[in-house]
């Protein structure tokens, strides 16, 4: 029988839910979204879909975000208040 420690155990279990994050998101293409803004990252931590996903849903008072891929900027959003068009844009509500 394999025995594994309890930190091993909590370690494992406590980053699944983070790398789980974007399957909880509507996803849109090429849509920006507005509205209160919560945060803003520019940090290449941040710069793809996912990771922006995985930071939204890591924090309660998110609901969507944008990823402007031009700028580099991962915005999380309080609420929405409206979208447009954005080719460079990649946006996701929580579901």
Request: contains cysteine; aromatic residues 8%; positive net charge.
């Amino acid at each position: 029988m394999i025995k594994i420690s309890p930190l091993a155990f909590l370690l494992v279990f406590a980053l699944q839910p983070l790398s789980a994050a974007t399957l909880d998101f509507e996803t849109k293409e090429n849509i920006a979204l507005s509205g209160k803004i919560a945060t803003v990252k520019t940090s290449k931590k941040y710069s793809d879909p996912q990771k922006c996903a995985a930071f939204c849903a890591s924090r309660e008072s998110c609901v969507a975000f944008t990823l402007d891929t031009k700028r580099g900027s991962c915005t999380l959003l309080k609420n929405v208040s409206s979208e447009k068009d954005s080719s460079e844009s990649y946006s996701g509500f929580k579901a």
